[in-house]
């Protein structure tokens, strides 16, 4: 019966958010009970108590729980000031979701040229954007793609000299910094999000405003409960984007692990690294004064559909993200920019399987199933 070089191999996925539950399971169900025994369930005791540990973990200033990363893009924009017929600066290799934000925000999504070697906002790109829009991008929304932290010194360089306001999309990227500080202490805000594969997951939706600006905080606190400072008053016209007790609960049992986590992801990226180094496929790279998170381990080729298909033969579920750069949706369509390496970046990655989840035994299968693909 234990005869294992017959057990068929487990498939592998590029993210897998059952592990996060099983991996904590007891910690987490005691959470759930504590906040179900409460009595309070929507921003109460339990959303103060993360956003005071969340706070603390990134460093130096305050968080405010949110709906959703996306709504805590849209609430961060709305505070800094961003106005309806604004552009808003970012992206178009990122999820729906931030132009969305930008969008619900009122503002009209300019899309900027990726470097080609880290994949994220070009700072020289960004430049010629700020200069061409001549005072109308209000605000730059830099995504930590993939966990990789954007050029930050620069891209505030960047800003700064065109009067623009910056919110970090940190979705991907709880824990990674650039130069040694953190992603989500550059800009004047940054939005987090803990959808379930986030590199810190609820078991549902949830997100967060960070910043280090007290009356910015302040804002997102009255737009995400319908502008009331004092209950049933409104000062703003916001709109609900509570966090609730629940997910709290859960994100508190969940962020001590947060930095173990982390370092596993490092550890399985850094194994990839060893394993295909001078391999068939482009090897990620990281930013100058980087410690990404690997949120996604991306890899390049230009047979990056054939790669894929064979992969599913070997039971490994590789990820696309984002496979159609959002200047190509019909949502955000946008023919007067011209991203030839965003395009060439959408077509080629390849997001291998890397969660707290999978084992460095794991990687070297993925490896050897690439290798074997290059062998033919
Ligand atoms: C997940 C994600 C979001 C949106 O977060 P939600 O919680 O799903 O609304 C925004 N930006 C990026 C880069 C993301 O990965």
Known sequence: ????????ERALFTADPQAGYRAHAADIRAAIDRALASGRYILGPEVEAFEREFAGYVGGGEAIGVANGTDAIELALR????????????????VSATAAAIVAAGARATFVEIDPVTMTMSPAALEETLQRAAGRVKAVVPVHLYGNPADMPAIMAAARRYGARVVEDCAQSHGAKIDGRMTGTWGE???????????????GDAGAVFTGDRSLAEQVRL????????RYVSDLPGGNSRLDELQAAILRAKLPHLEAENAHRQALAARYGAMLAGGPVRLPESTRGAEPVWHQYAVRTPQRDVLRAYLETRGIHAGVLYPVPLHRQRAYADATVALAETERACAEVLCLPLHPGVRIED??????????????
Not at 1 to 7: E, F, G, I, L, Q
Not at 370 to 375: F, K, M, Q, S
């Open 189 to 203: 805000a940054a939005a987090f999000s803990f959808y379930p594969t986030k590199n810190l997951g609820a078991l």
């Open 363 to 376: 990687v070297d299968r993925v490896a050897g199933a690439i290798r074997d693909w290059e062998r033919g």
């Open 223 to 230: 737009l995400r409960q319908y502008g009331w400072r004092e």
């Open 1 to 8: 019966m234990a005869n294992t070089s017959s057990t068929p």
């Open 79 to 94: 505070a800094v000031g961003v106005q309806p017929s604004d552009l808003v600066a970012t992206v178009a290799n990122t």
